[in-house]
Protein backbone atom coordinates (compact mmCIF):
# COMPACT_ATOMS: atom_id res chain seq x y z
CA UNK A 1 0.00 0.00 0.00
CA UNK A 2 1.25 3.86 -0.47
CA UNK A 3 0.42 6.19 1.64
CA UNK A 4 -1.09 9.54 0.43
CA UNK A 5 0.86 12.58 0.74
CA UNK A 6 -0.23 14.48 4.38
CA UNK A 7 -2.47 17.87 3.14
CA UNK A 8 -0.18 20.81 4.75
CA UNK A 9 -1.70 21.34 8.65
CA UNK A 10 -3.68 24.76 8.57
CA UNK A 11 -1.14 27.76 9.82
CA UNK A 12 -2.14 29.40 13.11
CA UNK A 13 -4.41 32.38 13.14
CA UNK A 14 -2.10 35.22 13.62
CA UNK A 15 -3.29 38.31 16.10
CA UNK A 16 -0.69 40.42 14.02
CA UNK A 17 -0.68 42.78 17.37
CA UNK A 18 2.07 42.84 20.29
CA UNK A 19 1.68 40.87 23.29
CA UNK A 20 2.61 41.11 26.90
CA UNK A 21 5.30 39.01 28.06
CA UNK A 22 2.73 37.84 30.95
CA UNK A 23 0.50 36.84 28.67
CA UNK A 24 2.71 33.73 27.06
CA UNK A 25 4.84 33.24 29.88
CA UNK A 26 1.77 31.08 31.42
CA UNK A 27 1.78 28.64 28.20
CA UNK A 28 4.60 28.01 28.13
CA UNK A 29 5.33 27.58 31.86
CA UNK A 30 2.26 25.37 32.30
CA UNK A 31 3.13 22.98 29.28
CA UNK A 32 6.52 22.29 31.05
CA UNK A 33 5.45 21.76 34.22
CA UNK A 34 2.27 18.84 32.77
CA UNK A 35 5.33 17.51 30.71
CA UNK A 36 6.81 16.87 34.30
CA UNK A 37 3.59 15.87 35.97
CA UNK A 38 2.61 19.07 37.30
CA UNK A 39 -0.62 20.48 36.84
CA UNK A 40 -0.56 23.34 38.48
CA UNK A 41 3.12 24.75 38.36
CA UNK A 42 1.90 27.17 41.58
CA UNK A 43 2.67 23.46 43.42
CA UNK A 44 6.67 24.34 42.60
CA UNK A 45 6.53 28.17 43.18
CA UNK A 46 4.29 28.13 46.61
CA UNK A 47 6.03 24.49 47.88
CA UNK A 48 7.19 27.77 50.94
CA UNK A 49 3.94 28.62 51.70
CA UNK A 50 2.01 24.98 51.47
CA UNK A 51 4.40 22.86 53.74
CA UNK A 52 6.03 25.53 55.38
CA UNK A 53 9.74 27.12 55.33
CA UNK A 54 11.68 24.33 57.33
CA UNK A 55 9.91 21.73 55.26
CA UNK A 56 10.42 23.57 51.85
CA UNK A 57 14.08 24.04 52.54
CA UNK A 58 14.87 19.97 52.95
CA UNK A 59 12.45 18.71 50.10
CA UNK A 60 11.07 19.82 46.50
CA UNK A 61 8.03 18.27 44.73
CA UNK A 62 9.47 16.70 41.43
CA UNK A 63 5.90 15.54 40.40
CA UNK A 64 2.86 14.27 40.41
CA UNK A 65 1.59 11.52 38.91
CA UNK A 66 -2.56 10.95 38.69
CA UNK A 67 -4.34 7.38 37.91
CA UNK A 68 -5.39 7.41 33.72
CA UNK A 69 -7.74 9.77 33.52
CA UNK A 70 -8.08 11.31 36.69
CA UNK A 71 -7.30 14.70 38.43
CA UNK A 72 -6.91 13.27 42.11
CA UNK A 73 -5.62 10.17 43.87
CA UNK A 74 -2.24 11.14 43.09
CA UNK A 75 0.91 10.75 43.99
CA UNK A 76 3.36 13.21 44.82
CA UNK A 77 6.79 12.60 44.36
CA UNK A 78 9.17 14.53 46.65
CA UNK A 79 13.06 14.88 46.16
CA UNK A 80 14.54 15.13 50.01
CA UNK A 81 17.87 16.20 51.63
CA UNK A 82 19.95 13.41 53.19
CA UNK A 83 18.76 12.40 56.95
CA UNK A 84 15.27 14.41 56.63
CA UNK A 85 13.58 11.56 54.37
CA UNK A 86 13.12 9.62 57.15
CA UNK A 87 11.31 12.93 58.96
CA UNK A 88 9.57 13.38 56.09
CA UNK A 89 8.15 9.87 55.79
CA UNK A 90 6.85 10.54 59.27
CA UNK A 91 4.69 13.41 58.35
CA UNK A 92 3.16 12.44 55.00
CA UNK A 93 -0.08 12.13 56.41
CA UNK A 94 0.28 15.96 57.34
CA UNK A 95 2.03 16.27 53.78
CA UNK A 96 -0.90 14.79 51.85
CA UNK A 97 -3.72 17.24 54.30
CA UNK A 98 -1.52 20.51 53.32
CA UNK A 99 -1.16 20.02 49.58
CA UNK A 100 -5.04 18.46 49.28
CA UNK A 101 -5.89 21.94 51.55
CA UNK A 102 -3.82 24.05 48.54
CA UNK A 103 -5.83 22.30 45.98
CA UNK A 104 -9.26 22.56 47.29
CA UNK A 105 -9.70 18.71 46.87
CA UNK A 106 -8.57 15.54 47.49
CA UNK A 107 -5.78 15.11 44.41
CA UNK A 108 -2.88 13.56 46.29
CA UNK A 109 -3.71 10.12 48.10
CA UNK A 110 0.11 8.80 48.25
CA UNK A 111 4.11 10.67 49.00
CA UNK A 112 7.29 8.84 47.77
CA UNK A 113 10.25 10.37 49.08
CA UNK A 114 13.32 10.16 47.32
CA UNK A 115 16.33 11.05 47.89
CA UNK A 116 18.75 13.56 46.63
CA UNK A 117 19.86 17.07 46.18
CA UNK A 118 17.78 19.72 46.14
CA UNK A 119 18.75 23.10 44.44
CA UNK A 120 18.98 26.31 47.08
CA UNK A 121 15.87 28.58 47.06
CA UNK A 122 16.54 32.08 45.93
CA UNK A 123 16.97 34.17 49.20
CA UNK A 124 14.93 37.28 48.70
CA UNK A 125 17.18 40.49 48.75
CA UNK A 126 16.42 42.95 51.01
CA UNK A 127 15.09 46.50 49.42
CA UNK A 128 17.67 49.32 49.92
CA UNK A 129 16.54 52.23 51.79
CA UNK A 130 15.04 54.58 49.24
CA UNK A 131 17.70 57.68 48.59
CA UNK A 132 16.02 61.22 49.26
CA UNK A 133 15.05 63.29 46.26
CA UNK A 134 17.03 65.81 46.30
CA UNK A 135 15.29 69.62 47.00
CA UNK A 136 15.86 71.07 43.68
CA UNK A 137 14.22 68.20 41.64
CA UNK A 138 11.95 67.57 44.41
CA UNK A 139 9.90 70.98 44.69
CA UNK A 140 9.21 71.08 40.73
CA UNK A 141 7.22 67.14 41.62
CA UNK A 142 4.90 68.48 44.42
CA UNK A 143 2.38 69.67 42.16
CA UNK A 144 1.74 66.01 40.26
CA UNK A 145 -1.38 65.12 41.72
CA UNK A 146 -1.31 61.63 39.98
CA UNK A 147 0.72 59.54 42.69
CA UNK A 148 1.81 56.53 40.29
CA UNK A 149 3.53 58.76 37.57
CA UNK A 150 5.12 61.38 40.87
CA UNK A 151 6.28 57.96 42.31
CA UNK A 152 8.17 57.45 38.79
CA UNK A 153 9.57 61.09 38.26
CA UNK A 154 10.97 60.81 41.83
CA UNK A 155 12.70 57.48 41.19
CA UNK A 156 14.04 58.94 37.72
CA UNK A 157 15.34 62.16 40.15
CA UNK A 158 17.35 60.13 42.35
CA UNK A 159 18.86 58.43 39.64
CA UNK A 160 20.08 61.23 37.92
CA UNK A 161 20.96 63.34 40.90
CA UNK A 162 23.05 59.73 42.11
CA UNK A 163 26.64 59.84 41.07
CA UNK A 164 27.90 56.80 38.87
CA UNK A 165 30.99 54.85 39.49
CA UNK A 166 33.01 55.18 36.63
CA UNK A 167 33.28 51.54 34.73
CA UNK A 168 36.01 49.35 34.26
CA UNK A 169 36.43 48.21 30.98
Same mark, same amino acid.
Given at each position: ????????????????????????? =???????? &?? #? *????? @?? /? %???????????????????????????????????????????????? =???????? &?? #? *????? @?? /? %??????????????????????????????????????????????????????????
Amino acid at each position: MSKRPRAPSPEPVRQNRARQVAELL =PAVGGAAF &RK #F *GFVQS @AV /V %TRWPEIVGEKLARASTPESIRFPQGKKQDGVLTLTVRGAHAAMMSHIT =PEIIERVN &RF #F *GYAAV @AR /V %TIRQGDIAPRAVPRPRAEPRPVPVELGNSLRAIGDPELKAVLEALAVGVATPRLPTVR
